[in-house]
Structures are given as C-alpha cells and as structure tokens.
C-alpha cells in the first residue's frame, strides 16, 4: 500500500529540478501513506513527473522502488494497492519470456502491460489498485482504479493545463498548480448520504476516478471508461451448489490475500464477517493475530471477539482507547479525508487503525460482507414492499394498529413487525423498491434541503419523486456500485492509511465477489434472515456465540458525544454563529429550524459540514500525525 501522484505539463515547459520539486510537494503531503521509502521521476522534455511514497509489503528490498521502469524501457509506473494474483500472473509471463529483477507485483504489472497491452491486463488484475502508467511510445499517461474502489485516485486540471493526479485531494492540493473550487452538487449530494459520489470531490475542479475504470490522457485530452462491469443475475443456481463454490471461492480469496513479506493479521470485532475471515485465515497462516477493539461503551462487541478467538486458537490482542478527545479528531478527521465525510464510525476506525499499526503492517478485514450477502437491516422493509406491493389505507391503517396493539402488549417479533410497517409505507410513498431505498438512505427530505435554503438539484436524483424500475438485485448492486465505495471503502483506506496500516477486503477478491454478485437475493436475505449464504456456508464453523447474531455495527455513542462541551462549543462557534462559514452557503434562520427537530444523524451531518468548511475557510489545515499543530488548531480555528 503506498501514495501515488504526479503531473503532465506541456513539453518542454519545465526545468527537471522544477517538476521534481512540485512532485516531491504532492508526495510529501500523503507521505502516512508511504513512510518506507519516496521517489521521483521526471522527464522534463515529455512534460511527465510521477512521484511515489512506499509502504514496504512485498520484495522489501530496493528492488521494489517506485517509481518503476519496465525491463523494456517503455513503461515507467506509480502504483498504490496489491494484486493478489501476480504470482499467477508472473508464471505465465515467464514463459512468454520474461526475467525478473525482483519479486515484487509492480514489476510483474509492467510485464503484463508490455506483454497485453494496457486495457487487456487491468481486467487480468486481481487485487486492490490504483496506479498511473506512462507510456513512453504513445506519450500517453493511462491510470486505472480497482473494481470496487477499495484504493482512491484524485485528478485535476491545474491553472496551467497541467493533468494532476493523487492518491489523497492534499497531494492534489499541494502542487500548488490549483485553487479549489467548492461543488455545491458534491454538497447536496453529501447531505443526503454523508458522503461525495465515487466521481466527485467536494471540489467541482477535483475529480475521482469511479471504481472499475480506466483514465488515458494525452495530447490535453481526458478520456475516462469502465473497463469492468458486474456479472450478470444468475437465476438457475441452487443453495447446495452455492455454498460449495462459496466456500472453495472464500479460501483462495484468502490465501491470495494473506500473501506477504511483513506478518498480516486479522480485525476480529466478533461479527458474522468479521469471524469468518478470521477462521479461515486462521486454518490457512496457523499462527494468526487477530485485533479486537473495545471503544469503551454500549457498542462493544469484545465478548464475541474473544469466543471466537478462542475457537479458533489465534494469538488475540484486545485494543482501546480510553478517554478519547472527540472534539480534537473531529477536526482531525478534516485532514484526514480532506472533505465533509459523517459517518460516524470514521473517528471509531481511525482509532483501531491506529492500535494496530502498533503490531502489524497487513491486516484482513471482513468488508464488502454485508453489501455482497445482504447484511443491512435496511433490506428487510424493501423485501416486505416487494412482497405486499402498494397497499389501500384501510390495510395501511389497520396493520399500524395491530403492530401498535403488539408492542404495548410486549409481545414477541416486533422488530420485525416495524419493519414490515415501513416496507407498507414505502409501498404507498415510492414506485420501485429502488427508488425506496435511495429514499431511506437519505438524510434529508426535500423539505429539509429546501429550509436549509440548499436545493441545487439533488446529485443522482430525487428519490421521492424516482419512477425508475428496481428489482431487490439492483438494490444490493446498488450499494455495492455506490454506498460502499462511497462510504465504506473511502473511511478504511482514509482510517488506515493515515497510520501507514494496509487493510485487505478478501470478499472483495474479483472471483469471490463476481460470484456473490452472480447470486440471486434469494439466497442472500428474505424478510426473515439476513446473510443466507454465509451462514449456510460457516455457520457450524462459527462458535455458538455467535450464530444467531444480526448485524450490530461499529457505530459511536452519538448521545454521549454531543453531551461533550469540547463538541457543544464546535455547534455554538460552527452552527450557531450567524457568521459561520456554513451560511455562506445555508440559510441561517432555516438551518436553525432544521436543526429545533433533527434527529442525532442529522445533528452530526450538520457539524460536520460545519467544522469542515470552518478548516476549509482558513484553519489551520494540520498535517497527519502533527500532534503539536493539532492541539493549537482547535482554539484558533474558532477565535477566527
């Protein structure tokens, strides 16, 4: 895992030591990514400069340098992730031919471009990536980012004409060759899910490469594609022949993945997910460390974490972090993912993150489970709308009143019982089971958006307005093409890499994926159980702890945190001064009224945007790991 970036400027127009000093800035400002090792290249008379931060992981010798030249001389790479598949890769290579310097995956990936071709071997690609190659030949720089998008890639046009690009939007930021201009469509669109869309930036000049595409620039011109697409339905496959791939599948995802020269641990925070990596990588490594984190509140999962540890004999270690600032990483978290991003777990991640940089450099994670295998809780209302269609309001009425009649009489199955009554609302209120769910994935209504004076034109849409057709597959596939890139994948590489810890997602290995994507949700989730398929395949390897749990979550005590005065200061200077930098934008008086009957989530999406247009007006924007310049940042962010 490391930090990418780089510029082409026209020929000619730079001096060597010039480019090479405003690429060393763009590298220098993502270096948590990469704190082994650094390097430049630069070709002033083609206009080309690449820079690189290393995170040692495989071939830690200087074999494994970057930025890297092909053997032929051609192709000069930059390159942020792993292939998993490259010693399968290699092998083939070799006998078209190909020697080798070294062992490590970015010398196999130049082989394979000069061997078929750029497009041709990204799809032969089993791993995380994000990477810029430039062709020598062609003059062509072509980048390219991973299926799913668990590594980021940032690109720009600089004041110049000059083609930026990044791991992280700092790196962009810190060439200096561009002023950042706010998207108020990158606004709105993190107002309803507390993130940016997988092509936006908050910066309407600052792209983001979607996953599961490719980029070639040359001669000025910007070209993006998708180079991979989802696998379609497969309708025909039955349970029984389903499990057996799933599981053989899941294996070698794993053993792909645990591959390494530095110990790889494993997150164990005791879920259904979470487990079954740690179980399978555990009878694969034999003597595996798994981690554990006990944030200190209601949502601790430790006693699950620990039985399966015990079942499965791995050498545990429990973290935490007592006595937590969370007014301090709130506005840490500003520089960390460099743009408004409430998810809440971010500051919880971001902490384990930091624990377990302490033991190992390569840790599995059992992300992708609940978007592959219908993990959320939110499914189930979209199931019972599926099922029950659009209701008349005598049935709409009636059925609210014996759910209300069940749950003052304390009677079993209410949970369920409530999430059948919102599938019957959604009924009523959407046209597919698609639009349902963008609806019940936003955080604001059009009223609300509307008061707070910030209706630009809703991102993707309207949800409550959408007529487009959905199935339940399109739904999960939705959240794997946008809620977990978007969200989930962003918050662990931001999390993780901030500590120079490298996270893999081995459900999201291309063949075991493509598989769960192939499945039908009828083997993934019904309006009675979540994750079919899985616990069909590992329930019996799984401790008994732990077999009937539902999804709990790494959530954050948001009752407790707003209770902090550290945070009530950041509402009165963020949100209740008139001057705050956030009605520059939002309506002060309508924003007040929002805010007299918003919910907690609503409350944080709020602060958040807040205290980030706060440091993007003129904190003082700290670097990562400045523990010094972080305290001081506080109080003087909010005398300005």
């Known amino acids: 895992m490391c930090g990418i970036a780089g510029f082409f400027t026209l020929p000619g127009s730079r001096r060597a030591d010039q480019m090479s000093e405003e690429v060393r800035r763009m590298t220098d400002a993502i270096v948590s990514r990469g704190p082994d090792d650094a390097g430049v290249w630069v070709d002033a008379e083609a206009g080309i400069a690449l820079g690189h931060r290393r995170l040692s992981i495989l071939d830690l010798s200087p074999l494994g340098h970057q930025p890297m030249t092909s053997a032929c001389g051609r192709f000069v790479i930059v390159f942020n ?25 970015t010398e196999v990936m130049l082989a394979a471009f000069a061997q078929w071709g750029m497009l041709e071997a990204t799809r032969r690609f089993n791993g995380m990536f994000a990477f810029a190659l430039w062709d020598d030949s062609k003059r062509e720089l072509f980048c390219a980012r991973d299926r799913f998008g668990e590594k980021p890639l940032y690109y720009a046009t600089g004041r110049g004409g000059e083609f930026l690009f990044a791991s992280e939007i700092k790196g962009i930021l810190a060439s200096g060759l561009i002023e950042p201009t706010l998207d108020q469509k990158a606004i709105s669109r993190y ?39 989802p696998p379609e339905v497969d309708e025909g496959i039955d349970l029984k022949e389903a499990v057996e791939r799933f599981r053989a599948l899941l294996k070698d995802a794993v053993q792909r993945q645990l591959i390494a020269d530095v110990p790889v641990g494993s997150f164990l925070s005791g879920g259904l997910d979470s487990s079954t990596i740690s179980i399978v990588a555990s009878e694969l490594a034999g003597d595996l460390r798994t981690f554990s984190f006990d944030f200190g509140n209601d949502y601790s999962e430790v006693s699950y974490a620990r039985a399966v540890a015990e079942a499965c004999r791995t050498r545990h270690v429990e973290l935490a972090a007592r006595d937590v600032d969370v007014a301090e990483h709130l506005w840490r978290m500003q520089s960390v993912y460099d743009e408004p991003f409430a998810d809440t777990s971010n500051i919880p991640t971001y902490l384990l993150a930091r624990e377990a940089s302490r033991h190992v450099k390569v840790v599995l994670t059992g992300d992708g489970g609940d978007e592959l295998f219908g993990g959320y809780s939110w499914y189930k209302p979209l199931l019972w709308m599926e099922r029950e269609g659009k209701v008349g309001l005598l049935r709409w009425v009636a059925a609210r009143a014996v759910n209300r009649f069940y749950r003052l009489a304390d009677q079993s199955g209410a949970p369920n019982r409530e999430l059948r009554i919102m599938g019957l609302a959604y009924g009523r209120q959407y046209r597919s089971v698609l639009a349902a769910h963008r609806g019940q994935l936003s955080f604001f209504d059009r009223e609300s958006l509307a008061q707070l004076g910030f209706l630009p034109g809703l991102p993707d849409g309207d949800p409550e307005v959408d007529d487009s057709a959905g199935t339940m597959d399109e739904v999960l596939r939705f ?4 809620y977990m890139p978007a969200d989930i994948l962003t918050k662990i590489d931001r999390a993780s890499m901030a500590h120079g810890l490298e996270l893999r997602a081995p459900f999201l290995d291309v063949e075991f994926a493509s598989f769960c994507l192939s499945l039908p949700y009828r083997l993934k989730v019904s309006t009675q159980e979540d994750k079919i398929i899985l616990r069909q395949a590992f329930s019996e390897q799984w401790p008994a702890a732990i077999r009937h749990r539902s999804k709990q979550g790494f959530g954050a005590p948001l009752a407790k945190w707003f209770q902090d005065p550290a945070i009530r200061e950041f509402e009165h200077d963020c949100l209740e001064d008139p001057s705050a930098p956030i009605y520059e934008f939002f309506s002060y008086h309508g924003t007040r ?35 010094a310049s972080l305290a001081s940042a506080i109080p003087a962010i909010k005398a300005t």
């Open 593 to 627: 009224r929002v805010l007299g009957r918003a919910d907690l989530m609503q409350r944080w999406t709020l602060l958040v945007l807040a205290v980030w247009l706060r440091w993007f007006k003129g904190g003082e924007r700290i670097s990562e790991g400045n523990e």
């Open 81 to 105: 992730g792993e292939i998993y598949n490259y010693q399968e890769l290699r092998a083939d290579l070799e006998t078209s031919g190909h020697a080798w310097r070294g062992h490590s995956d």
């Open 479 to 482: 959240d794997v093409e946008d």
């Open 191 to 229: 107002l309803l899910r507390q993130c940016v869309q997988t092509d936006q930036s908050i910066y309407a000049n600052i792209r983001s490469l979607p996953p599961g595409h490719c980029l070639r620039f040359r001669e000025g011109r910007i070209q993006v594609e998708r180079y991979w697409s």
